[in-house]
T-cell receptor
Framework: RKEVEQDPGPFNVPEGATVAFNCTYS??????FFWYRQDCRKEPKLLMS?????NEDGRFTAQLNRASQYISLLIRDSKLSDSATYLC????????????WGAGTKLIIKP | DAGITQSPRHKVTETGTPVTLRCHQT?????MYWYRQDPGHGLRLIHY???????DKGEVSDGYSVSRSKTEDFLLTLESATSSQTSVYFC????????????FGAGTRLSVL
């Protein structure tokens, strides 16, 4: 079992719709969680950190469910520019704070 | 954007040849990392550095070596390239190890024929 698992997609979503995807992690001792965004043939960039209380940044909302060991990302009023691959990242003392990366979920927003 | 430059950006080489990739940062961050990214896999850590001359192995270090003689430069060497090392290589930097954001270079696309 992979340490961090994501549905690879692609999620094909019409512009303006709301889309959500999850990421599950296997190590219950994981301490920090992030969503990164990666455009095609570009480098990953931090989208947002995921706090225990959740985190909202404009149209993006991230949630953490420690009991079920998953984090989620919700995108409201999706834009064409949201098309990208979204990478889930987990870290903690057990991994010596090395980032453990999911393979990503590909999102395609259609006009 | 963080000042991270990777060179070369693209390289095609033959099996058995040595290859060195360079990462240069202007942010004076202590930590530097080399990852590889392959389809169906998350980024996988090859090696990382926590200071000049201080390096450690990551998840997929076999066949790779690194060196850091200056804060700003982190070199990744494939001593004898193999086709399984065809990948996209990313360098990243961070100020600290725990819970800190990592900033990435633009990547190097390496093809080993």
């Amino acid at each position: 079992r992979k340490e961090v698992e994501q549905d690879p997609g692609p999620f094909n979503v019409p512009e303006g719709a709301t889309v959500a995807f999850n990421c599950t992690y296997s190590n219950s001792a994981s301490q920090s969680f992030f969503w990164y965004r990666q455009d095609c043939r570009k480098e990953p960039k931090l989208l947002m950190s995921v706090y225990s209380s959740g985190n909202e940044d404009g149209r993006f909302t991230a949630q953490l469910n420690r009991a079920s060991q998953y984090i989620s990302l919700l995108i409201r009023d999706s834009k064409l520019s949201d098309s990208a691959t979204y990478l889930c990242v987990v870290t903690g003392r057990d991994s010596n704070y090395q980032l453990i990366w999911g393979a990503g979920t590909k999102l395609i927003i259609k006009p | 954007d963080a000042g991270i430059t990777q060179s070369p950006r693209h390289k095609v080489t033959e099996t058995g040849t040595p290859v060195t990739l360079r990462c240069h940062q202007t942010e004076n961050h202590r930590y530097m990392y080399w990852y590889r990214q392959d389809p169906g896999h998350g980024l996988r850590l090859i090696h990382y550095s926590y200071g000049v001359k201080d390096t450690d192995k990551g998840e997929v270090s076999d066949g790779y070596s690194v060196s850091r003689s200056k804060t700003e430069d982190f070199l990744l060497t494939l001593e004898s390239a193999t086709s399984s090392q065809t990948s996209v290589y990313f360098c990243a930097i961070s100020e600290s190890l725990s819970v800190d954001i990592q900033y990435f270079g633009a990547g190097t696309r390496l093809s080993v024929l």
